[in-house]
């Protein structure tokens, strides 16, 4: 398919965005003007303050003098690109393509886009009535190359859509300026009494190169499409997405629901043709007022299951906020994918733990939920010392280093720090017949142990410990432990570990 793109021309950027935000400006004449060498210079004009004679460059004191009633506002450097980034996401909904062109421009790749308008002519023409509604002076322009749209866009008085293959009679009546040379190249072709392109389109680029340098023949070279030009997108895109246009502006989560369904579907359909599976994504929505959003989800493991991926995007979906406009696109983007077996659901469902599908989906909702930041995941370090065993991990697809394991009982829940609690036990080797813990007694009714774990001098020293997993009247076990030998001059050396199911 032949490349298309369009420039999208805002004649007087800043002074329309300032008449959008303060509608008792609009038909007046005022300027924005910034400080250079001690003096006022300015920078954008209305069309009013133009009739004047007034030009971008002139200092404030002298526009005064043929205007005195001029409206002067202070610019600030940089306001413009942060317009133009502004108005490329709410270009978006017409191409996921979409480049700034400073200072005053866009550039879009429309290449198998206009047909979902009715044609190029519908195309521009909805983008320019809606920027117009908005509140901005446009001229858009659609050509084979970004050269000719460009120019087209802001020197041609009509044919603002270019034929296929037509881009160089296009350019032929234009004058130089359309070609984006810098000034002191525009004024020597001017002095040459060369004010058309076709007056050198047909010379050598040996002659064009040694009068007028190399950086005229490459910009007429991109223009003509002999010298290629690419587009460096706003977002960089990525390569599974997918797009909804909807024919009419959707207000109601029932319908927004079915939107993201039908995205997931289409979506899902193509990574399990190529065996890939996701691992986050994101979907995004697109407002008849101009505004946008979107949501996220990550997977512990790749995923191309359209109920288990709509699951985690619907406790999300009360944030999406369809104001009284409405949604007229919807995206879904596949940030992350990774590779996945045909056969992994049916090898997850037959291990247990972290590898269980079941537990994977059961993770990946709690996290988009609360987040990954509560969710942890330990594996058995090689440690007999209890506080040392576990090893924090957040990788649920990683084993073990190593086997190291105790063939000894352990609690489901072990305390950070021992706390101690009083004891009554028989000496030397009997587990407690009681215990206090916070105010309650606990009578043991059953016990076992001790298991002596020696502590590991070579990285601390101190007093091994003797456990015992002890149950009281109620039924709960505990995990006791005296530190040290017994010592009849001072008992008060027990202290809770953990607790068992």
Partial sequence: ??????????????????????????GKAYVFAEPDHGRMLIMALTEEARKYGITEGMTVADARVIAPDLLVFDGK???NIKLLTGLAEWCLRYTPLVQLDPPDGLLLDVTGCTHLKGGEKAYLQEIASRLKTIGYDV????????????????????????????????????????????????????????????????????????????????????????????????????????RLECLEAIKTR????????????KLCKRLYGEGLGLRSAMFSWFRVDGKNGNITIGTNHSSNRVLHLFKLFFTKL??????????????LDALK???????QSELWSAKGGAH??????????????????????????????????????????????SQWRTDKPRPMQILDRPEPIEAMALTPDYPPKLFIWKGEQHIIVGADGPERIEREWWLEPGEHRDYY????????????????HYNAENNQHWYLHGFFA
């Fill in 1 to 26: 398919m032949p490349k298309r793109f369009a420039s999208i021309w805002f004649r007087h950027l800043l002074t329309d965005q300032k008449a959008i935000h303060q509608t008792g400006l609009k």
């Fill in 337 to 343: 994918t990774e590779p996945i077996n045909d056969k």
């Fill in 469 to 484: 997993i002890a149950e009281d009247e109620a039924g709960r076990r505990y995990w006791l432990f005296r530190s040290g």
């Fill in 356 to 401: 269980n599908e079941e537990v994977a989906e059961l993770l990946d909702r709690v996290a988009n939920q609360i987040g990954t930041a509560p969710i942890h995941r330990y594996l058995p370090g090689e440690h007999y010392w209890p506080e040392r065993t576990p090893k924090l991990n957040s990788d649920i697809k990683k084993a073990p280093e």
């Fill in 139 to 242: 001229r858009p322009a659609i050509a084979d190359t970004i050269g000719a749209a460009w120019g087209v866009a802001r020197c041609a008085a009509s044919g603002l859509i270019v034929p296929a293959g037509a881009h160089r009679n296009a350019l032929m009546t234009l004058p130089p300026s359309a070609l984006r040379l810098p000034m002191d190249q525009l004024l020597k072709l001017r002095n040459l009494g060369l004010h058309q392109i076709s007056s050198f389109i047909y010379m050598p680029n040996s002659v064009l190169r040694r009068r007028f340098g190399k950086d005229m023949v490459l910009r007429l070279q991109q223009a003509l499409g002999q010298e290629p030009e690419y587009l460096f997108p706003l977002k960089e895109p990525v390569p599974y997405s997918e």
């Fill in 254 to 265: 029932p319908a927004i629901e079915i939107a993201l369904n039908e995205l997931l579907e």
């Fill in 318 to 331: 009360d944030t999406v906020a369809p104001g009284l406009a409405g949604i007229e696109l919807f995206t």
């Fill in 77 to 79: 450097p940089g306001r």
